[in-house]
């Protein structure tokens, strides 16, 4: 019964181009939660997806940044056009209803 | 809207020691999660307390709700190397995604 998978563990960009994070949930998981963590800090809330339907967006800056969670696939959180600035751990988690998450190991992006 | 506050920020402590985090809301909560993330990994959930009161062991942690359902607390009794990490106790209202904070980052000196 695996966990959270997230791809890639570690993803270098230059600046300006596209980062693609990918995450599966755990099997009979429909909610799936994205969060940004910057070196030394806390979790940010990003973005809340079910399947096929984004639930609530609000901490996920307007531009540049997209979320999906299609009926077949994992989730995607896409980054277009990525700057320094977007050098964080990327977070997935999945659960079901209000119950504890279980996060997946992470995506560590790192941009040039 | 609920504000869930997390003392002390920072705790050092040596090997063998006790170690307790503190959660306090300002606000009544439906129920509190506890989450540790250790040095380079990802936050992983350790329990959820729903009841006023509740008090649930894992080990040597011991996990308090208050009667008050406003404050909980973590605490780790004899602490060993493996303690270390940062304790999170995030801010959850219904359907909404869980709010974490800086959470407490303890750690142990051998």
């Known amino acids: 019964n695996a966990g959270v998978m997230q791809n890639p563990r570690h993803l270098v960009r230059r600046r300006g181009q596209e980062a693609r994070l990918r995450c599966s949930p755990m099997?009979?998981?429909?909610?799936v939660y994205w969060y940004r963590q910057l070196p030394e800090e806390g979790l940010k809330f990003m973005v809340y997806?079910?399947?096929?339907?984004?639930?609530?967006e609000s901490g996920m800056p307007k531009e540049r940044f997209s979320a999906e969670f299609p009926k077949e696939g994992p989730s995607i959180l896409r980054i277009q056009q990525v700057v320094r600035g977007d050098s964080a751990a990327y977070f997935c988690a999945s659960s079901q209803g209000q119950t504890g998450y279980t996060f997946g190991s992470g995506t560590r992006l790192t941009v040039v | 809207g609920q504000q869930v506050m997390q003392i002390p920020q920072y705790q050092h402590v040596q090997e063998g020691e006790d170690f307790t985090t503190y959660c306090n809301s300002s606000?009544?909560?439906?129920?509190i999660q506890w989450y540790k993330q250790r040095p380079g990994g990802h936050p992983v959930f350790l329990i959820q307390?729903?009841?006023?009161?509740e008090v649930k062991k894992q080990k040597r942690l011991t996990f308090q709700f208050g009667e008050a359902k406003k404050n909980s607390s973590l605490h780790i009794t004899a602490t060993q190397t493996t303690d270390v990490g940062t304790y999170f106790c995030?801010?959850?209202?219904?359907?909404?995604?869980?709010?974490f904070g800086k959470g407490t980052r303890l750690s142990v000196i051998a």
């Open positions: 606000t009544t909560l439906s129920n």
């Open positions: 099997k009979g998981h429909s909610h």
């Open positions: 995030p801010r959850s209202s219904g359907n909404t995604p869980l709010v």
């Open positions: 307390l729903v009841k006023s009161g």
């Open positions: 997806l079910q399947k096929e339907n984004i639930i609530d």
